[in-house]
């Protein structure tokens, strides 16, 4: 074929020998009218273009005015995809063409391409050759539809690239003459122009959040599909000693030996979640890992980020503070457990060798010795509460059998102060899932608050039901009530009432607050009736379906309340 | 003739509490036999297998949790009966204890040596 190059530098016309193009006859009238046409068409197509957001659409939009405008077997588009990196192919067919025509048509575009185009675009040569297009029409084998007898090339630009090409080819000899040719380039001009100013807009969006991500102290690494990473900030790089872009993830995945990194970020991309593990580690620094699914402007998730978040130092203080607690809660208990185990030799039945008043001392002693105790036992568990961090974990469990065995440690104390305990249980409840140690400190709390607040001799009364799609636990007891005025303040820390002060001196104030603190954690609640002189009654709510689950950093420590 | 008495092994490394648990628990009938660390508590409950330990966790040379595991480990420890008898109660040595069947795990200051008593022989009755 013969090759003739117009004067406009960048399109390429091949047509037969002799083809007259510019000398093709026409009425003034008919010049006219397919002028006014052309000129519609411009107009619309760049108003259709302002809500196309790529090229690939862009060219959609161009076809359909192609298709009603000029003659053609088929017009195929190589673009480049900017936001998936890679090439496509898409050929429009007007009428039946054989594969062989279209081989022949992917192949004089793929060179033009591989000419026009910058090396960064192109990338390997192999992936531009291995393209499928797309086709939009009737393939035939019809041995007439082979031969290309009039076509030309147009390119696609954005921001003075050439990122693709548009490529317009007949079966019929003498076609395209240089004012269709021309009109073909305007519209492909037009839907670049469009396109390239929005990804300009774009690119300078995505250009100030660079600079944002980059500057932050949080590691943040950005991937695609294939899971390559594209892009890693300062901090990331720091924190993983791995360089900023172009490795796999599975090499940032085997930093980790505490989680299966990869099997997270598949799970984030595939069910597009945001995932969090809030403490995970590398070599003897501690994160928060978050996994974001990425979604392109079409909604589909086109890749994913890993943010980590340095906790070193509150881990480093966690540890500290729990080192602290296991180290007070030794050293302070083990003389509180001599005090009190000597005090109660001096004062058994046995002893007769002391006189009323060295025995009134010794009983002194040892109500002091067990308030030491119960503030220390308090202290311990708040600091816990205090920090938001204790976990909760359920399984499935009878509420009954954990209140049961709750109870069980209450048993010494309910003698104590001669106090029976009545029991009604509701049969054959569902066991649901609970935090037993949780659930313990609640029936703790409660009971042995109803046990301490009614006088010697008394009665409490403990029930467990299943009232419609809640299970509920009923304490109540015929004790000292808690003033009205005071009602509203009972489950703030710290807060004893006013009439039962001056009765017990061995209240934390704690109780009621860490019971509050774990229900609203857990997804229950508590309510309460109560009337000073007469008696309280508290009521435990929890949903059949169980406690929520929390990942805590520590399971909250066993309470003891008496 | 052989010895009626239950014997205890309490391994206690402050002096304090040791001597107020061996008092009561001779009162009520037991022969006692004492350790204050992990180590010799190990050896004197494999030499002269107590029908009860009654086992501390902070303990000097070898801690409490350690010498329960290394007890399992005997043929006549693994079902020897263990109390744990300590001033942490955290939920990990709680779990520890239990995984190695101890059968109670008691806090010290929340018991009378009246109630520990009672506990202890709850177990030996078991």
Known sequence: ?562 | MQDEKNKLLIVEDDEFLLNALERSFSEHGYDILKATDGEKGLSLALREHPDLILLDIVLPKMDGITMLKKLRKDSWGETAKVVMLSNLDRVDYQEASFENNASRYLVKTDWTLDQLTKKVLEVLSE
């Open chain 1, 1 to 562: 074929m013969d090759q003739i190059t117009t004067l406009q530098p960048n399109v390429t016309i091949n047509n037969k020998p002799g083809a007259a193009v510019e000398e093709n006859i026409v009425s003034m009238e008919e010049y006219l009218q397919r002028v006014r046409i052309q000129q519609m068409a411009i107009k619309t197509l760049s108003e259709e273009l302002t809500h196309v957001l790529d090229l690939g659409e862009a060219v959609d939009v161009v076809n359909k005015y192609l298709w009603e405008i000029i003659d053609y077997s088929a017009a195929t588009y190589i673009i480049y995809n900017i936001q998936e990196g890679r090439f496509e192919a898409r050929s429009y067919l007007k009428e039946s063409v054989s594969s062989q025509f279209l081989t022949q048509v992917k192949k004089e575009l793929v060179e033009y391409i591989q000419k026009h185009s910058e090396e960064a675009i192109v990338g390997s040569a192999a992936s531009i050759s291995d393209l499928v297009p797309l086709i939009f029409g009737v393939v035939t084998d019809e041995f007439s539809k082979n031969n290309i007898n009039s076509s030309f090339i147009t390119p696609l630009r954005v921001g003075g690239k050439i990122v693709g090409a548009l490529m317009v080819t007949s079966t019929k000899e003498d076609l395209y003459s240089k004012e269709e040719i021309e009109f073909a380039d305007m519209l492909v001009k037009i839907a670049s122009i469009s396109v390239a100013r929005i990804h300009t807009f774009i690119q300078s969006l995505h250009s100030r959040t660079e600079t944002l991500v980059k500057s932050i102290s949080d590691g943040v690494v950005m991937f695609d599909q294939n899971y390559q990473v594209t892009f890693a900030n300062e901090a990331m790089m720091k924190y993983t000693g791995l360089p900023d872009e172009g490795y796999k993830l599975e090499e940032l995945s085997r930093l980790f030996d505490d989680i299966k990194l990869m099997g997270l970020v598949k799970k984030s991309l595939k069910e597009n979640i945001y995932i969090k593990i809030p403490r995970t580690q590398i070599s003897r620094f501690w994160y928060e890992l978050g996994v974001i699914p990425i979604v392109n402007y079409k909604g589909t998730v086109a890749g994913g980020a890993i943010i980590l978040h340095d906790i070193t130092s509150i881990v480093q203080i966690d540890t500290a503070k729990t080192e602290f607690v296991s180290l007070a809660s030794h050293q302070l208990r083990t003389p509180l457990a001599a005090i009190r185990w000597y005090t109660e030799m001096l004062l058994s039945k046995g002893n007769d060798n002391l006189t009323s008043d060295q025995r009134e001392f010794v009983e002194v002693i040892l109500t002091s010795n067990k308030r030491m105790i119960n503030l220390v036992n308090s202290l311990l568990n708040v600091s816990r509460l205090e920090l938001g961090t204790f976990a909760v974990d359920p399984k499935n469990a009878d509420l009954i059998e954990v209140t049961e065995s709750a109870l069980e440690e209450l048993i010494p104390y309910a003698e104590e102060k001669k106090i029976t305990l009545e029991k009604n249980y509701q049969e054959n409840l569902d066991k649901l899932p609970l935090d037993i140690g949780l659930m313990s400190i609640i029936v703790q709390n409660l009971v042995s608050n109803a046990i301490k607040y009614s006088p010697e001799g008394n009665k409490v009364y403990l029930s467990v039901s299943r009232e419609d799609a809640r299970y509920i636990i009923r304490v109540k007891d015929s004790g000292y009530g808690i003033p009205i005025e005071q009602q509203q303040q009972i489950f703030t820390k710290l807060f004893r009432a006013d009439n039962v002060k001056t009765k017990h001196t061995e209240g934390t104030g704690l109780g009621l607050y860490i019971v509050k603190s774990i229900l609203d954690t857990v997804g229950g609640k508590i309510s309460f009736k109560s009337k000073e002189g007469e008696g309280t009654e508290f009521v435990v709510e929890l949903p059949v379906s169980g406690m929520k689950s929390r990942e805590g950093i520590k399971p909250l420590e066993k309470y003891r309340v008496y």
